[in-house]
């Protein structure tokens, strides 16, 4: 099954000179962070495109096979959250495709955040370190580092800003998973942000106000 266009939300009444790709979690589509955008507390002077793709619909492992938006199967959901690895660098490819196409219509990669949420997260935490151009910055919400162990960073994003949140009353994410992420990637190098909330598995108000500062500190100033 093709997958559709994502949803893309221009700046009003500015053309776009930066961008943020948000995806997903498993079973949601790219509507569900279309709130979002509306209340994040960004500086006015920002023209920020979001970015909010679609995942296709694949069998998942663990829901006893059901076909629902997925971004990878999840063959086991143990701590170690066994997944279909070939998968989630396909979705990684499809992000890089993204990018790519932000790039030829003159957004600056150093001006390109990428993030995601559960499964979503998983995705752009492997998209945003192999990039083969810099960007602004990686976001992983309530999620894990899933190819910590097999991944090739790319040279261009050692340097890379990272912001790790995640609900301390996660049942779906253990928060435990959200802090070896975190850890996994510290291993690697990168310098890592992280953030815990009283929250289960969601965004929470205190957390909307804390992405805000992080995107205006990420994209507030244009490169010359």
Known sequence: MADSAPLIIEPQHRTADATVILLHGLGADGH??????????????????????????????????????????????????????????????????????????????????????????????????????????LLALSTYFATAESIQPSEANRALPIEVHHGSFDPVVPETLGHEGAERAEALGYAVNYRTYPMQHALCPEQIGDIGPWLNARLGAKEA
Not at 100 to 129: C, M, N, P, T, W
């Open 32 to 137: 569900d962070f279309e709130p979002l955008v509306p209340a994040l507390p960004l500086d006015d002077a920002l023209a920020v495109r979001f970015i909010l793709p679609h995942a296709p619909r694949l069998a998942v492992t663990v829901n006893g096979g059901m076909e629902m938006p997925a971004w990878y199967d999840i063959l086991d959901m143990n701590l170690g959250r066994r997944i279909d690895e070939a998968q989630l660098k396909a979705s990684a490819d499809r992000v890089h495709a993204l990018i790519d196409a932000e790039i030829a219509k003159g957004i600056d990669s150093r001006r390109i955040v990428v993030a995601g949420f559960s499964q979503g997260g998983a995705v752009a935490y492997h998209a945003a370190l192999t990039y083969p151009q810099p960007l602004a910055g």
